[in-house]
Nanobody
Framework: QVQLVESGGGLVQAGGSLKLSCAAS????????AGWFRQAPGKERDFVAA????????DYADSVKGRFTISRDNAENTVNLQMNMLKPEETAVYYC??????????????????WGQGPQVTVAS
């Protein structure tokens, strides 16, 4: 089992950039797929991006393709989400998630069993 701790949330102007980081504890993190989800008030937790255990394959929600980049460093046990050209409607709590082994190409929140605490990202118009 791993534990996840996110950092990097905050306030940014529309069109700006923000980088979220997720630090994992546990020696087996390199065997876990990882992803990022976000949840706005009163809405469901939506998929943003995912990456396989070895970092060779990534998937993105259509709404963030070309603007967001997920990456990982298994030597450092970290997963990052670089977010560019942010929009006010992307204001939400962003969650890092991990799951041992293989996940579907476009996963749902139910496909992940381990979650971080979720930093707030606010995009001001």
């Amino acid at each position: 089992q791993v534990q996840l701790v996110e950092s990097g949330g905050g306030l940014v102007q529309a069109g700006g950039s923000l980088k979220l980081s997720c630090a994992a504890s546990g020696r087996t993190f390199s065997s876990y797929a990882a992803g990022w989800f976000r949840q706005a008030p009163g809405k469901e937790r939506d998929f943003v991006a995912a990456i396989t255990w070895n970092g060779k394959s990534t998937d993105y929600a259509d709404s963030v393709k070309g603007r967001f980049t997920i990456s990982r460093d298994n030597a450092e046990n970290t997963v990052n989400l670089q977010m560019n050209m942010l929009k006010p409607e992307e204001t939400a709590v962003y969650y890092c998630a991990a799951e041992f082994g293989i996940i579907p190409a476009i996963p749902s929140a139910d496909d992940f069993g381990t979650w971080g605490q979720g930093p707030q990202v606010t995009v001001a118009s």
